[in-house]
C-alpha cells in the first residue's frame, strides 16, 4: 500500500500542490526578511542621525562639555543608539564607549570593538565642527536575531501545512485506491462468472461515482443484449427442431412408402420446400439480429413516408382485395424523415400483411399518416376481432404466435422484425386496440432534422 | 454462353456448373481472387459469377479493380450473408445483380440470362411481342391494334417482363425489380398483379404471351 499509494493521481496531484505551497512559502520567506531587514536597518540610522543632531546642538548651544553630557545621557537610556564616540583631530577620543578611529562620514557599517566574531555596527558618522568628529551607532545584533525568529516561524508554520497537505493527499489517494479496488474487484468477480456484479456507487454525484454508475449500464446493456442471445439461442433450438422434424418426416417417409418415380419426385419437391422453409427462417433470424446490431443506420437516408405507403397501397390493395379485404390510405401530404427506405418498406409490408392474413373477409384495413408533435405516425388498422390484450406486449417477440394462428404458416418473427426496425429508426412503437373489436400498430418517427 | 465462375467452395461451385452446362452455357472455374482476376481481364466472357468471400484477394474488390480497368463484362455477385448491406456494396462496386445463398438453381439461370442482355442496344421506345406493342412515352399498351387500359403497377410488371422477353423472371426478380421489395412476402403479391395482368392483356386472346412456369416463375414469349 505505501508505495502502491504513491503512483496514485489523488497523491501525485497532492505532491504537486505540496511542492507549489513550498515553492511560495520559500519567496514568501525571502521578501519578508528582505523587508524586515531593510526596516530595522532604516530604523539604526534613523536613531543615530537623531543621536548626532541632539549632540551637535548641545554643542553648538553650550560648547564641547555639553556634547559629551548629551552623549552620556544617551548612552544611559534605553532605545538610544548603542555606541557613541566624540573625537578631535585623527586620535583623540573625548567622549564615548568606542575607541577612536579614522573619522569616516556617512552611513556605514564598522566592525564590532574588541573585535567580537561576526558582529557589526552600524552607524552614521559626521563632524559637527571642523574639527570635531562623533559617530552614533547600534549593534546589527538586534536586526539579526529578529530576522531568525521570522524565518524560524515560517519554517515551522510551513512544515505544519506541508505536512497536513501531504496527509490530505494521501487520504484522498487511500480513499481513490480503495474505490479503485472496487471496481477493479467487482470486474475481476464479472469475469469470473458472477455477471450481476455491479459496483457500488455511494450517491455522492462525484466523478468516481459517474464513472461507475456509467459502467454499471454498461454492464446492464450488455447483461440485456446476453439474455437476448440466450433467448435467441434457446428460441432457436426449440423452433427450428420442429420444421427440420418434419422435413425428416417426410424424408423418412418417403424411403419407406413411396413406390414410384412419381411419388419421389413429390417427395422431393416438399422436402426442398421444406428446407427453403428452414433456410428462409434462418434467413428472417439473421435480419433480425443485424438490424437489432444497429449498424444499418449508416444507410440512413431522407425519404418521404407517405409516396413510400402509397407505393405500398398500390402493391397490396389487389392482394387485399383477392383475399376479400379492404384496404384504404388515408395519407395528408409529404413526411419526410431519415431511415432505410428498404427496411422501412419491410416493417409496413409486415403489419399490412399481418392485418392481412390474420383476419376474417370483409375486415378493412387502414394505412394511415398524421403528424404528431415532431413525429410521423404511422399507423395500419383494422377493424378485426384484435389480440386478447394480454398478448399484445408479447406479439414483438420472436417466435411468438396467437394459439388462433398457429395453424397458419409464418414463426412469429414478423413483428419482432417490426421492432427491430422501429427501434433501429428510434421509433415508438405502440399497439392500440379498441375493445374487443379493432386492432391497430402505430409506428412513431421523427421528422428528418432539416423539416422540424 | 462463355461464363466465368469465381468461387472458392467446390461443392457450390459443381453445383453451379452443372446447372448451367446443362442449359449449354460454357463455364470456366477459378477458385481464388486473384486468379479469377486475371481470367476475367484476359478472357471474352458473357458474365462473371464472383462470390463475396474468396482467398487473398475479395469479390467486391475484385468488381471494383475489373470496373475501373474499364471491364464491362456484367458481373452476379454471390454471397452466403442474408445482409441488405452486401446487396447494396455489390451492386456500388459495380456488379449488375445479386443473389444470396443459397438460391435454386433456376434463379441464378434466370438472373445470369437476365443480366447478359444488357450490351445490347439503347432502350426502345416502343417493345413489342407477338401483337402486344408497349409504347413507353405514351405510356399506352395496344393488343391487336385494341387498347388495353393497365394500372401503374401492371404496367411496370409489362414493361418489364417485356424487356426479358423470352426468358424466365422469377418470382423475387419481379419482387425486387417492379416493386422494389427486397424481402419474401406472406402474401400473393406476384400472383395477384400477374393474374390482374393478364385477365386485362391475355386472356380471352387467340394466343397467350406470358406463361407460367411451375416452381420457377412466368415468361413472356412472342413466338
Redesign the interface.
Known amino acids: 500500500m505505501p508505495i502502491r499509494i504513491f503512483h496514485t493521481e489523488g497523491f501525485r496531484i497532492a505532491a504537486i500542490f505540496v511542492a507549489i505551497f513550498a515553492l511560495s512559502v520559500a519567496i514568501l520567506a525571502v521578501v519578508t526578511l528582505e523587508v524586515v531587514d531593510q526596516e530595522l536597518r532604516g530604523q539604526i540610522v534613523q536613531f543615530a542621525a537623531a543621536d548626532i543632531g541632539s549632540v551637535k546642538d548641545g554643542y553648538r548651544t553650550e560648547g564641547e562639555e555639553e556634547a559629551r553630557e548629551v552623549i552620556g545621557q544617551r548612552l544611559a537610556t534605553p532605545g538610544a543608539s548603542d555606541f557613541f564616540l566624540l573625537q578631535r583631530g585623527v586620535s583623540t577620543k573625548l567622549a564615548g564607549n568606542m575607541p577612536p578611529m579614522a573619522p569616516r562620514t556617512g552611513t556605514f557599517p564598522l566592525p564590532y570593538p574588541g573585535g567580537a566574531a561576526g558582529r557589526t555596527i552600524l552607524g552614521v558618522g559626521a563632524f559637527i565642527a571642523p574639527d570635531l568628529y562623533v559617530f552614533s551607532g547600534s549593534d546589527l545584533r538586534s536586526a539579526q536575531m529578529a530576522r531568525q525568529r521570522i524565518l524560524r516561524t515560517l519554517i515551522w508554520v510551513s512544515a505544519g501545512a506541508l505536512a497536513l497537505a501531504l496527509l490530505g493527499g494521501l487520504i484522498v489517494s487511500r480513499s481513490f485506491l480503495r474505490r479503485a479496488d472496487e471496481i477493479a474487484t467487482t470486474c475481476r468477480a464479472i469475469m469470473a462468472g458472477k455477471l450481476a456484479s455491479r459496483i457500488p456507487v455511494r450517491g455522492t454525484e462525484d466523478e468516481l461515482d459517474r464513472l461507475s454508475e456509467t459502467i454499471n449500464a454498461m454492464l446492464d446493456r450488455i447483461a440485456a443484449l446476453m439474455d437476448n442471445l440466450k433467448q435467441i439461442t434457446n428460441d432457436i433450438a426449440h423452433d427450428l427442431r420442429t420444421p427440420v422434424t418434419h422435413l425428416r418426416h417426410r424424408l423418412e417417409r418417403a424411403r419407406d412408402q413411396s413406390g414410384s418415380v412419381e411419388d419421389y419426385d413429390q417427395a422431393l419437391?416438399a422436402a426442398i420446400g421444406a428446407s427453403d422453409d428452414i433456410?428462409?427462417l434462418?434467413?428472417a433470424l439473421?435480419?433480425i439480429a443485424?438490424i437489432e446490431g444497429g449498424?444499418?443506420r449508416a444507410?440512413f437516408a431522407p425519404l418521404d413516408l407517405s409516396s413510400l405507403l402509397a407505393?405500398l397501397g398500390?402493391?397490396?390493395g389487389?392482394?387485399a382485395e383477392?383475399?376479400r379485404h379492404h384496404l384504404s390510405l388515408s395519407l395528408n401530404g409529404p413526411a419526410i424523415v431519415s431511415g432505410d427506405r428498404?427496411?422501412l418498406?419491410?416493417a409496413f409490408?409486415n403489419l399490412i400483411?399481418n392485418a392481412?392474413?390474420h383476419t376474417p373477409a370483409g375486415t378493412i384495413v387502414t394505412i394511415s399518416l398524421c403528424r404528431e408533435n415532431d413525429d410521423a405516425v404511422v399507423t395500419v388498422s383494422d377493424d378485426g376481432p384484435g389480440v386478447p390484450p394480454g398478448e399484445h406486449q408479447k406479439l414483438f417477440q420472436r417466435f411468438y404466435r396467437l394459439e388462433a394462428s398457429r395453424t397458419r404458416?409464418?414463426y412469429g418473427l414478423?413483428l419482432a422484425l417490426v421492432a427491430a426496425i422501429g427501434e433501429l429508426h428510434e421509433a415508438r412503437t405502440t399497439i392500440h386496440q379498441t375493445d374487443g373489436k379493432g386492432f391497430s400498430i402505430s409506428l412513431q418517427l421523427p421528422f428528418a432534422s432539416q423539416t422540424s | 454462353m462463355k461464363i466465368l465462375l469465381i468461387e472458392d467452395d467446390p461443392e457450390t461451385a459443381d453445383h453451379i456448373c452443372h446447372a448451367l452446362r446443362a442449359h449449354g452455357h460454357d463455364v470456366e472455374e477459378k477458385r481464388t481472387g486473384p486468379q479469377g482476376l486475371d481470367s476475367a481481364r484476359g478472357g471474352q466472357y458473357a458474365a462473371l459469377i464472383v462470390d463475396r468471400m474468396l482467398p487473398d484477394l475479395d469479390g467486391l474488390s475484385l468488381v471494383r479493380q475489373l470496373r475501373s480497368e474499364g471491364l464491362q463484362t456484367p458481373v452476379l455477385f454471390l454471397t452466403t450473408m442474408t445482409g441488405i448491406d452486401d446487396r447494396v456494396a455489390g451492386l456500388n462496386a459495380g456488379a449488375d445483380d445479386y443473389l444470396a445463398k443459397p438460391f435454386a438453381l433456376a434463379e441464378l439461370v434466370a438472373r445470369i440470362n437476365a443480366i447478359t442482355r444488357r450490351g445490347e442496344p439503347g432502350p426502345p421506345v416502343i417493345l413489342r411481342a407477338a401483337d402486344l406493342e408497349m409504347d413507353l412515352i405514351r405510356r399506352a399498351v395496344h393488343r391487336g391494334g385494341k387498347p388495353v387500359d393497365l394500372q401503374p403497377q401492371e404496367f411496370r410488371l409489362l414493361e418489364y417482363m417485356l424487356r426479358n422477353l423470352g426468358r424466365v423472371v422469377t418470382r423475387s426478380m419481379l419482387l425486387e425489380n417492379v416493386w422494389d421489395l427486397h424481402f419474401d412476402p406472406r402474401t400473393n403479391i406476384v400472383e395477384t398483379h400477374m393474374s390482374r395482368l393478364r385477365t386485362k392483356m391475355d386472356r380471352g386472346y387467340e394466343r397467350e404471351l406470358i406463361h407460367t412456369i411451375r416452381g420457377n416463375g412466368y415468361i413472356l414469349r412472342a413466338d
Open positions: 419437391e433456410l428462409a434462418f434467413g439473421l435480419r443485424q449498424a444499418r444507410a407505393q398500390d402493391v397490396f389487389p392482394v383477392d383475399a428498404e427496411l418498406t419491410q409490408s400483411e392481412i392474413l404458416p409464418g414478423g
